[in-house]
């Protein structure tokens, strides 16, 4: 039987938090919001402003941190003011601002998907078919790409709100758009994986060194492992919230402090990119070192 008392986490309309999950969620969702929107900054400053790192795939990587960077500047702070709210006066957050966050939080999940889906394809071509993702590039098959990952789940978004923003169709209709997105990422890393490992087989077998070498760029290998990481974290980060609501019986209390912990967890996601990139490719490195420099020295 759910506890009414004063003394739960939750009372009986969702306007009040103990300060046992109240204070921690306050701290993360601080650090997440200012780590996040600092990272995600250098990276796309470090983009724009190195020709280093202005290479095909790092394009989307920009794209991405744009996102990430509305979660962490808007998102964050609205999230962090509804848990002030009911930890500290416990009273709900105005219903406009509700709307705003959820509808933030949905179109920035669909956004980060989009993203990783256009980066998974892209890197399966460039690793599978050089030769072909070269013309791609040329025929401005990224240009579509970047276009893609953001029109199509705000227009998804937009046509969901309109028709049914409360009905359970729209909560399971977005999983599943969800799970099928997740799986594409993985069958394109899968498939990527596959034709890396028959192009190690294949050079081993041939006696041409000098052909050989071409079937695989090493700088193309490590930058398909290091979006495979990220698309593993972002798994980890988001499917937790997304299965929660996925049944007709939600698994956890709306508000409630599973619900806001998980809700944490997902947002958190775009703080981490930042890290994965810093700690897999030496450019990003490389070029956040001139970036603190030329910092320090105004």
């Known amino acids: ?28 969702n601080v650090i997440v919001c200012v780590f996040g929107t600092l990272g995600n900054f250098l990276v796309c400053l470090a983009i724009a ?13 920009f794209s991405l941190a744009t996102a990430d960077l509305i979660v962490t ?26 709307i705003v966050y959820y509808a933030l939080a949905d179109l920035a999940c669909a956004i980060s998907v989009a993203h990783m889906v256009a980066i998974s394809f892209d890197r399966f071509v460039a690793i599978a078919f050089p030769l072909r993702h070269k013309i791609f590039l040329k025929k401005r098959g990224q240009k579509v790409m970047l276009i893609a990952s953001w029109f199509i789940p705000i227009l998804g978004a937009t046509l969901f709100f ?34 890396l490992l028959h192009q190690r087989q294949t050079r081993k077998q041939l006696s041409a060194q000098t052909f050989s070498l071409k079937l695989t ?36 209390k709306w508000n409630g402090p599973a619900h806001l912990w998980l809700q944490t967890l997902a947002l958190s996601n775009s703080a981490m990119n930042f890290l994965i990139y810093s700690a897999r490719m ?8 001139v970036i603190a420099r030329t910092i320090l020295r105004l």
């Open 73 to 98: 500047m808007i998102g964050e702070p609205l999230l962090l003011e509804f848990i002030s709210r009911i930890t500290f006066f416990q009273e709900c957050t105005a219903s406009l601002q509700q």
């Open 162 to 195: 309109i028709i049914s923003p409360a009905s359970s169709s729209y909560i399971s209709v977005g999983f599943g758009m969800f799970v099928f997105s997740c799986l594409s990422i993985f069958v394109f890393h899968f498939l990527a994986v596959v034709f």
């Open 49 to 61: 402003t190195n020709s280093r790192l202005r290479r095909a795939p790092n394009y989307l990587l």
């Open 282 to 289: 030496r450019d990003f490195r490389y070029v956040y070192t």
């Open 217 to 252: 760029p090493r700088m193309e290998v490590r930058v398909a492992c290091t979006l495979a990481i990220a698309t593993g974290v972002f798994t980890v980060c988001w499917t937790p919230l997304m299965s929660a609501f996925a049944p007709s019986k939600p698994l956890v």
């Open 1 to 28: 039987m759910q506890n009414t008392s004063p003394n739960s986490s939750v009372n009986s309309i969702g306007c009040s938090l103990s300060m046992a999950h109240g204070i921690p969620l306050i701290i993360i």
